[in-house]
């Protein structure tokens, strides 16, 4: 059963960092592949880049619950909403 997990090829489970501009400071996050991968997706489906999907994301999120806590969680979470979604 284990198989299917342990098998994935090392670069897809490999943390890539990014800087981004949000409300207006440099931030960076870092993300395993197979997740930028997936806000790629997301991004292109919504008409905008990455970050500024993320910036959005993240404005629109702070203006929901008036904090974060941990975002780079919330956008983990994202992708597995989006792939649920799609499944």
Known sequence: M?????????????PIKRSLRIQGLVTSLSLERQFWDILEKISQEEG?????????????AMN???????FTSLLRSACLIYVRRDS
Not at 2 to 14: A, G, L, N
Not at 49 to 56: E, G, Y
Request: with cysteine; net charge negative; hydrophobic share 25%.
């Open 48 to 60: 905008m880049s990455v970050n500024q999907f993320i910036s959005q994301l993240y404005d629109e």
């Open 64 to 70: 929901y619950h008036g904090e974060i806590q941990n």
């Open 2 to 14: 284990c198989r299917v997990f342990y098998e994935q090829p090392p670069e897809s489970y490999e």
